[in-house]
Every structure is written in C-alpha cells, then in structure tokens.
C-alpha cells in the first residue's frame, strides 16, 4: 500500500489548510499513518500520527493545538488539518505507514513525493 500526499499550497500567516493522505488500498486497523515535514535545508521532522484503527492522534509541541488529523475509512484517506499557520510551518509534507508510533523519520524507508506548504507573511 502506497500512501501520497496532496493539498499543498500557498497560504498567508494565521490562514489554514487541510492535506490528504490517500492510500492505494485497504489500511488495516493496526496502522499507523505519520506527518513528517521537511523544511529547505533542514532535517525532515515528526508532525504527528494517527492510529487507523483507534483514530488516535499524537503531535509535535510544534503544531499542537494548531493542527488536527483526521481519516475518513471508506476513503482510505488522512487528513492533516493545519489551522493557525506560521511562516516557520513551511516545509514540503510528507505521509508514510508504520506498524507502530515512530517520529524518527530514518525508521521509514518508503517516502512518496510529499506536497509544499508555504506560508507567506
């Protein structure tokens, strides 16, 4: 199952964005989708995750309370909701699967092209 993000774009400080995770196929109960992001010459860094089959959800310092995801199971679709955007959320967005809560992106070794999400001042 290959999961690809989409929905990024250019949005000014304090507006919002909702990206998509959609996957190929079936993601069973027992998966768990990440965010990661990865800013022009910076390291890639954890966003946040959700258990599919609970739907429960896990974030960074960074963007807690300002940003939600969510799925939508007959979609195989996650959502990252990002609410309250800062110029320091730029980054290209990333989503991948796992079989367990990981926030260090070198335990993925299948990354899909990811989607730019700039905001401007």
């Known amino acids: 199952v290959q999961l690809q993000a989409s929905g990024g774009g250019l949005v000014q400080t304090g507006g919002s964005l909702r990206l998509s995770c959609a996957a190929s196929g079936r993601i069973y109960s027992s998966t768990v989708v990440t965010w990661f992001r990865q800013a022009l010459g910076k390291e890639r860094e954890y966003v946040g995750s959700?258990?599919?089959?609970?739907?429960?959800?896990y974030f960074a310092d960074s963007v807690k309370g300002r940003f939600t995801i969510s799925k939508d199971s007959a979609k195989n679709t996650v959502y990252l909701q990002m609410n309250s955007l800062k110029t320091e959320d730029t980054a290209v967005y990333y989503c991948?699967?796992?079989?367990?809560?990981?926030?260090?992106?070198?335990?993925?070794?299948?990354w899909g092209q990811g989607t730019l999400v700039t905001v401007s001042s």
């Open positions: 991948v699967r796992g079989a367990g809560l990981e926030n260090d992106p070198r335990a993925f070794t299948s």
């Open positions: 959700i258990r599919w089959g609970r739907g429960s959800t």
